[in-house]
């Protein structure tokens, strides 16, 4: 893939991720955060739910969880 590493790259510093970054690949699941979710609260994330807006900070990840929990 052309443009897989300069994707990892990205990921790595726009997340912070460090080190832990190293071990992403092409198979990564970005998004088993959504099952996680899913599973931990107790809630079903539909794919209608899944937009920029909801995901776009981790305060907004937090307020659409909190919203769905009550």
């Known amino acids: 893939m052309k443009?897989?590493?300069e994707v990892k790259t990205l990921l790595i510093d726009v997340l912070n991720l460090g080190p832990a970054g190293?071990?992403?690949n092409a198979d990564?699941?970005?998004?088993t955060?959504?099952?996680a979710l899913d599973e931990h609260f107790g809630i079903a994330i539909d794919d209608d739910d899944?937009?920029?807006s909801t995901f776009a900070t981790?305060?907004?990840l937090a307020a659409?969880?909190?919203e769905r929990v009550q």
């Open 3 to 5: 443009y897989l590493e």
């Open 28 to 31: 990564s699941p970005l998004l």
């Open 33 to 35: 955060l959504i099952g």
């Open 22 to 24: 190293a071990s992403l």
């Open 50 to 52: 899944i937009s920029a």
């Open 58 to 60: 981790l305060g907004s």
């Open 64 to 66: 659409f969880v909190e």
